[in-house]
């Protein structure tokens, strides 16, 4: 026998050990005591089986119903709401005539003027075809206007919104008068 065969009967015991040792005893039944026959063994199993399903049936239609899990984002994004979903409007009743029943979403900036007495006046047009002129402080239906920049053209619409999963009620919309893409352009 070789050296080189010496090792790998040495591996080859060390592996046997490692194996018997490694594996569970199997459990015997005591001497002297009676065994169950196996039908009277299989009912308890069945009906522990059968209850097993049931409860899995009754998890799963809390889980449909949405009885059984919440998420709470505290005060992170809620990762399975959409991102492009739209902010629910706040239920104040039925909306008036006018840029008062229009939302931020429904109103264009068309231009900034200077008034008589130096502030600046945003002109939109709503959803009606119509012209409005706002100032700052005056509300449209889901928000109020905050700010007019007639050097960047922008004005800033603070929108209130009803969402339990935020933690500011409200949010802040900036309109162009020139859109960022014709702004960033060639001048073509």
């Known amino acids: 026998m070789t050296r080189r065969d010496v090792g790998w009967l040495i591996a080859a015991a060390a592996l046997v ?9 199997l ?5 002297g005591v009676e065994t169950a026959e196996p039908a009277e063994a299989e009912q308890p199993a069945e009906a522990a089986d059968k ?28 990762p399975f709401r959409s991102l ?8 104040k009743g039925p909306r008036p005539k006018g ?19 130096g502030g600046n006046v945003a002109f939109f047009t709503g959803s009606d075809n119509k012209g409005y002129f706002l100032r700052v402080g005056d509300e449209v239906y889901d928000g109020t206007l905050i700010a007019v920049d007639s050097r960047k053209g ?3 619409f603070r929108q209130q919104i009803d969402d339990p999963r935020v933690i500011k009620p409200y949010r802040d919309v900036v309109k162009r008068l020139v859109p960022l893409e014709e702004e960033s352009g060639d001048g073509n």
């Open 51 to 78: 209850e097993t399903v049931e409860q899995i049936l009754r998890e799963q239609e809390q889980l449909l119903r949405g009885q059984r899990f919440s998420y709470d984002p505290g005060s992170r994004r809620d």
């Open 154 to 156: 922008t004005v800033t």
């Open 27 to 31: 459990p015997q039944a005591p001497t």
């Open 99 to 117: 840029v008062a029943g229009m939302l931020v979403t429904e109103i264009d900036l068309v231009g900034i003027v200077r008034d008589s007495e």
């Open 17 to 25: 050990i490692v194996a018997t040792a490694s594996t569970p005893a």
């Open 84 to 91: 492009y979903e739209d902010v629910r409007v706040l239920n």
